[in-house]
Nanobody
Framework: QVQLMESGGGSVQAGGSLTVSCTLS????????LAWFRQAPGKEREKLAT???????TYTGSVRGRFTISRDDTNNTLHLQMNGLKPEDTAIYYC?????????????????WGQGTQVTVSS
């Protein structure tokens, strides 16, 4: 059974840095598409970044240049390094794997999700 588990959330002051990680287990294949999402209270879920099996990455505008997505397939982990954090980055952060669009990591829903980890940025 595929499972994704986030870790590394917490509280940080504005301007600080934090890295959240996601451990993938139960896979019998290497998932091609991986992504990070977040959801703030009262807002819709937002896709932040994707990374494919060729390590090609995409970012949404609000985090581009501040956040970096990376994957370590040897250790079955996905990371999101976050720098220059702002109070508006406060949200629950989710990792996701396996796009319904197969090789298209950007335009389709994701199949497998973690439970989420809270990130709080204070001003």
């Amino acid at each position: 059974q595929v499972q994704l588990m986030e870790s590394g959330g917490g509280s940080v002051q504005a301007g600080g840095s934090l890295t959240v990680s996601c451990t993938l287990s139960g896979y019998t294949y290497r998932p091609y598409c991986l992504a990070w999402f977040r959801q703030a209270p009262g807002k819709e879920r937002e896709k932040l970044a994707t990374i494919d099996g060729d390590d090609e990455t995409t970012y949404t505008g609000s985090v581009r240049g501040r956040f970096t997505i990376s994957r370590d397939d040897t250790n079955n982990t996905l990371h999101l390094q976050m720098n220059g954090l702002k109070p508006e980055d406060t949200a629950i952060y989710y990792c996701a794997a396996d796009s319904r669009g197969s090789w298209d990591c950007e335009n389709y829903e994701y199949i497998n999700w973690g439970q989420g980890t809270q990130v709080t940025v204070s001003s």
